[in-house]
C-alpha cells in the first residue's frame, strides 16, 4: 500500500517524542528531522518537504506546544493539519454544466491506466451521483484503444460512443450531440496518450479543448512513478491547463510522494484515487482522511462509507437479534463474509482502521485464499448443516470436504473458529467483551473478521 513506509517511520518518530513527556525544542528539531528523512525516502520532492518541515517547525517550538501536558500529540495535531493543507485542504469536485450534459476531457501518458480510470469514473458518478454517463474513444491511435473503452464499458453497463480511426476532434462533436440526444448528463473523452510529452500529443489536446471547451480536464498519473508524476503533471498544466489530477495505482507499492507533491507543485487539486484493478476501486481524494491514514489514525469515514453502500438494513436488523439471542449461523457468518469482501480489498479496509485495530487485522486474518475456502466449504453443507452444524459426525464432514475439493481438517478447522467466534459474541452481549478489536481478534482461523454487522453509523460514536 502507499504510505506505508512513511506511516511506518513517522509513527516510530512520534512514538519516541511521546516516550519523552516534555519536550525541548531540540527535541522537536531532532523529531521534525526523522519526518523529513522520512518525507524524502517517500519521494516527496525536497522543495516540498522543505517548505513543509518549515512551516511545522515554526508551529512546533511555540511555546503553545513546548509548554502544553501533551506537547508530542500537539506536534502530530499539526504535523497532520500541515499534511492535510499540503494536498488541498478538502476534497475537490468535478466542475459541471449549468446546461446540457457535462464534458470531463481526460489527458495523461500512455500507461497510466487512462482508459480504464475514464471508465471507472463514470461508473463512480452513476453509482454515487445518479448520473448518465457516456464514454467517447477518442483514442484513435493506441491498437486496440478503442476495444478496451467498450470492454469496460459493457462490463459497467455504460454506453461508449466511437467512430473508429477518424478525428478525434469530429468524434468529440459527434459525441455532444449524441448525449443531447439521449439523455447522457456527463460525458467523457478517453483521449489519446503518448509514451512522452511531445508536441503533436499536446497540439492534438488543444485542438480537443478549443472545439469542445469541457467543463473538466483530468489529468490521469500514475503514482507509482513517484515524480515522474509530478513532473507529468507540470507539464500537462503548463501546456493544456489542467483542472485537477485522478491519481491511479496508490494501491500498488508507492512510496506515496506523488500525492504528497502533485499539489504543491502544480496549485491543482488531486480529485480522485484509484485503489485497485477492480471497476469500482475508484474513490473521491480526502486531503483530511488521506493525512490521517498516513499518521496512523485511520479514516473511519470512509469506512463507513464502504460498509454503507453494502449496508442491507433488515438483514442487519435481523443479524443483530440472532447476535443477541446467541443464535448465529454458518448461513449468516457466509451472509457477512460476502458483505465483507464486497467493500473491496481488505488490506486496504485494514488500513482504514486506526492505530493498533488496523495492524491487528493481518495478512494472516485477511487471506483472500482461506476466505474463498471457508465458503466453499459453507457452501457445500446442506441448509439444515448450516443451520444446525453440531450434527455434522464424520461421514458428513466427509461428504462437505470432497465437495469443495479441501481435507476434513479444514471443514474442522471452520467448525472450530465458528464455535469459538459464537462464545465470543456471548461474552460481548453480556457486556465481558467491548470494541471491534475484540471481534476481530477471534476471526483470524475463520478466514477474516466478519465486519460487516459494524457498518452502521452508531457504532462508531
Known sequence: MAFEGLSEKLNETFKRLRGKGRLTESDV????????????EADVSYKVVKDFIAKVTDRCVG??????LTPAQQIVKIVNQELTELMGGSNARIATASKGPTVVM????????????CAKLAGLMRRQYGKRPLLVACDVYRPAAITQLQVVGQQLDIPVFEMGQGDPVQIAREALKYASDHG???????????????EQLMDELKNIKES??????LLVVDAMTGQDAVNAATAFDEALGIDGVLLTKLDGDARGGAALSIRAATGKPIKFVGTGEKLDMIELF???RMASRILGMGDMLTFIEKAEQQYDEKQAKKLEEKLRKNRLTLSDYLDQLEQLQKMGDLSQIASMLPGNLGKSFDASQIDEKQMAHSKAIIQSMTVKERENPQ?????????????????????????KAFEAMQQMTKAMTKGKMRGMGAMMGGMGGFGGGSMRSFGRKKRFK
Not at 30 to 40: F, I, Q, W, Y
Not at 184 to 198: C, K, M, S, W, Y
Not at 212 to 217: K, L, T
Open 184 to 198: 447522457n448528463d456527463i460525458v467523457f473523452l478517453d483521449t489519446a496518450g503518448r509514451l512522452h510529452i511531445d
Open 212 to 217: 469542445i471547451h469541457p467543463h473538466e480536464i
Open 63 to 68: 511555546s503553545d506546544v513546548l509548554e502544553s
Open 391 to 415: 450434527i455434522l459426525n464424520a461421514s458428513r464432514k466427509r461428504r462437505i470436504a470432497a465437495g469443495c475439493g479441501l481435507e476434513v481438517v479444514d471443514v474442522n478447522r471452520l467448525l
Open 286 to 288: 480526502h486531503p483530511e
Open 106 to 117: 481526460m489527458v495523461g501518458l500512455q500507461g497510466a491506466g487512462k482508459t480504464t480510470n
Open 29 to 40: 528539531k531532532a523529531g521534525l528531522r526523522e519526518v523529513r528523512l522520512a518525507l524524502l
